[in-house]
């Protein structure tokens, strides 16, 4: 069936550094792919929605400048941290819809950042 | 008043007991409901689509009243591996997924 794949699973990285993940749409094309967060014990929340050849439309109270989204082609989603600070650290989970599936959203494996 | 609200639990049963979670929902033009697993640290994978006239997959029963904007999960005869965080998840026509925050479920022998 149909996968996405995300990567890196888990990064600790120092105070300042950016850090990039990767979502990938392995045998579907996705036009649109979303974002989410994930704090210990909450809800997920979404961040963005990420769309094909244009920019990403983001939450309420989300920064653009701080997270970064490049959705470059049909299977191909990455976010940027940039300048990540400890309150940046969380779970981080994309999801992709397949337009021709049933299920509503498939998810990566998420990535958990903690940032020292 | 949150757009999607989940009693956090924990939920604490026996094995074989019956359980069940009630989800509310703020906006009544939505339009498609589903219940998610989410395990610990790990994403969440679709449990079962939840249709208006209801809907069984061997133990597990959702439904929906609309009339009263909520959703529901039965789970009968609980399995230690049905230990986890159940998550509600409503659409409307954007298809942007909202998620309640997830009840937690723990089935003890």
């Known amino acids: 069936g149909a996968v996405v794949s995300q990567h890196p699973s888990w990064v600790i990285c120092k105070s300042g550094t950016s850090v990039k993940i990767e979502c990938r749409s392995l045998?579907?094309?996705?036009?649109?792919m979303f974002w989410y967060r994930q704090f210990p014990k909450q809800s997920l929340m979404l961040m963005a929605t990420?769309?094909?050849?244009?920019?990403?439309?983001?939450e309420q109270g989300v920064e653009k400048d701080k997270f970064l989204i490049n959705h470059a082609s049909l299977t191909l989603s990455t976010l940027t941290v940039t300048s990540a600070h400890p309150e940046d650290s969380s779970f981080y989970i994309c999801?992709?819809?397949?337009?021709?599936?049933?299920?509503?959203?498939?998810f990566g494996d998420g990535t958990r950042l903690s940032i020292l | 008043r949150k757009e999607v609200e989940q009693d956090p639990g924990p939920f604490n049963v026996p094995e074989g007991a019956t359980v069940a979670f009630n989800c509310t929902y703020s906006?009544?033009?939505?339009?498609?409901f589903f219940w998610y697993r989410q395990d610990c640290r790990k994403e969440p994978k679709l449990l079962m689509s939840?249709?208006?006239s209801g809907n069984e997959d061997g133990r597990f029963t959702a439904q929906l009243n609309r009339a009263s904007q909520y959703i529901s999960l039965l789970i009968r005869d609980s399995k230690l591996s049905d230990s986890a965080t159940y998550l509600c998840?409503?659409?409307?026509?954007?298809?942007?997924?909202?998620f309640g925050r997830g009840t937690s479920l723990i089935v003890h022998p």
């Open positions: 906006n009544s033009a939505s339009q498609s």
């Open positions: 998840v409503v659409m409307g026509g954007s298809y942007i997924p909202t």
């Open positions: 999801s992709a819809r397949d337009v021709t599936g049933g299920q509503p959203q498939h």
């Open positions: 939840v249709y208006s």
């Open positions: 990420s769309n094909e050849g244009s920019k990403a439309t983001y």
């Open positions: 045998d579907f094309q996705a036009t649109t």
